[in-house]
C-alpha cells in the first residue's frame, strides 16, 4: 500500500455499509478515514429501522391493553394517555447512544473520523471544508434519500426524516405510498390513535411481494382502521398553520393534519463531483458498479444504498464485508443476493424469503402451494380479531422450497431461521420432518400437510 496518501482508504458516508467496510479493513490494516456530513450510523440508526421499530413498539402497546382485559387485567382504557413527545425523546437518547457506540466501534480499530461534506476533486483526493485528503482507494456510501413528487405544496409534505421528529402528532394524517415505509407509518400512526389514510396510485400496495401476503396484509390494516385509497395520487397539497387540503387525481379534497410521502428513495450523490471524474450514473441516478463495487474510475468503488441494490441494512453489511475482503484480504468473495429474507414492520408484520407464488410461476416452476390462516393462540382469550398467514412455495418437480411468507406477530422473527433452511436448499420432505416447536404460530411451518393450489 501507498505511503504516498494519507490513507489507504476514504470512506464516504458512515452509514451501515460505510462503516463496515471502514472497521474491517482498518482490522486488516489499512489506513481508513471516514467522512460523514450529518450522522454517525446513517439512515439505519438515525432515521430507519432503529427509530421506526422503536415506534412500532410504541404503537403496538395500545393493543396490548387492550387484549389486557381478556386475561384478567383491568386497565382503564379510557384513561389511557399517550405522550408522543416523550416517545420522541426516548427514542432520540436511544440514538444519541448507538451514535456513541459507532464513533466508539470505528475509534477502536483506528479508523480516523472526518466530519464534515465531501468533494471529489481528483480520483484520489477528497475535499472536506479547506482540506484535502489523499487516499488509494475512495468508497462512495453515501446512502439515499427520500423523493417526494414534484407537486404543488410539496414543501409542506414529510418525508420519513421528519416523520421521526415530529413535534407533535396530529389527530389525522395522510400517507402518500404503498411500500415498506408507506405501510409501516401507516401502522404506526393507526397505532398511535391518529386516523390514517393510505394512498397508492396502483391497485394494491406491496408490489413485488406475494400476491396473498398483500391481500392478507390489506385485509389486516383495514380491520385496524388504516382507510385505503387505491388508484390515487395527491396532485397538490395547500397547507394553512397544522391544517392541510389534498387534492387528490380522483378530484376528492381531503382535510388532514399531516401529509407524508414515502414514494421511494434516490441515490444520494449530490455534490461529490463523482460524474466529472467519470463515475457514472444509471438512469435512475444510482452510482453504477460492477460485481466487485468498481465504478468506471478505478480507484473508487461504492456500496450500499447508492448502488441501488436492494435497500436493507444486511445487504450493505455484506458489501462492506466483501469489499473489504476485495481491497485489503485475499481479493475474492462474492455477494449473493439469491434468497434475502426481509421483514416489513407494518402491524401484523410480514416476514418473506425466497420466490412469491408470482415469481416462481413466472420462472417456470411447476408448484405446490401450502397456506394456513389461523387466530395466533395469544388473541383467543383477548378476543382480537387479527389473523395470521402462512406460505409456503413448493418446487414440484424437486419439493425444494422456494418461498416462505407470513404475515402475523413476529413475522421477521420467524422468517430469519426460515432464510437459513431456504438458503440451504431445504426440501419440503426435510420441513415435514422437523418437528414444531409446541404451542408456537411458526410450527405451522413444519406442519402443512395439503397443497392449497
Ligand atoms: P419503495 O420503493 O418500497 O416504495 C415506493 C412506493 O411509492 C411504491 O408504492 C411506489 O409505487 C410509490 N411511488 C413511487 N413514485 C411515486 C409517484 N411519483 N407517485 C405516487 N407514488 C409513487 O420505497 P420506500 O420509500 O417505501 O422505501 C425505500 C426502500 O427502503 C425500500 O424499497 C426498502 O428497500 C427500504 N426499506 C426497508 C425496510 C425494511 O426492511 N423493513 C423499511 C423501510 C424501507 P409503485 O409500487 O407503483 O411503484
Known sequence: MSDQQDFDLIVIGAGSGGVRLARMSAQRGARVAVVESRYLGGT??????????????????????????????QVPLDDVRFDWPRLVANKNAEIERLNGIYRRLLESTGVTIIEGTAT????????????????????????????????????CILT????FYLPQLPKQAV?????????EFAGILAGLGVETTLLYRGDLFLRGFDGDVRRFTENEMRKKGVI??????????DAENAH??????????????????????????????????????????????????QTAVPSITALGDVIGTPQLTPVALAQGMVLSRRLFGDGQGEMDYSAIPTAVFCQPSIGTVGLTEEEAREAGHRLRIYRSEFRPM??????????????????????????AHMVGPDAGEITQGLAIAIKAGATKAQFDSTLGIHPTSAEEFVTMREPVA
Open 44 to 73: 439505519c440508526v438515525n432515521v430507519g429501522c432503529v427509530p421506526k421499530k422503536l415506534f412500532v413498539y410504541g404503537s403496538h402497546v395500545h393493543d396490548e391493553l387492550e387484549d389486557a382485559a381478556g386475561y384478567g387485567w
Open 120 to 155: 471529489l476533486s481528483d480520483a484520489h483526493t477528497v475535499v472536506v471544508g479547506d482540506t484535502s485528503y489523499t487516499a488509494k482507494h475512495i468508497t462512495v456510501a453515501t446512502g439515499s434519500w427520500p423523493v417526494v413528487p414534484d407537486v404543488p405544496g410539496k414543501e
Open 160 to 163: 420519513s426524516n421528519e416523520m
Open 175 to 183: 400517507v402518500w405510498g404503498g411500500g415498506y415505509i408507506a405501510v
Open 228 to 237: 385505503l385509497k387505491y388508484g390515487v395520487t395527491i396532485e397538490s397539497v
Open 244 to 293: 392541510y387540503r389534498v387534492q387528490l387525481s380522483n378530484g376528492e379534497v381531503m382535510e388532514t393534519g399531516l401529509v407524508m410521502a414515502a414514494t421511494g428513495r434516490r441515490a444520494l450523490v449530490d455534490g461529490l463531483g463523482l460524474t466529472d471524474l467519470g463515475v457514472q450514473l444509471s438512469a435512475s441516478g444510482y452510482v453504477v458498479v460492477d460485481d466487485h463495487f
Open 378 to 403: 395469544k388473541y383467543t382469550l383477548s378476543g382480537r380479531d387479527e389473523r395470521s398467514l402462512m406460505k409456503l412455495v413448493v418446487d414440484d418437480e424437486n419439493d425444494r422450497v422456494l418461498g
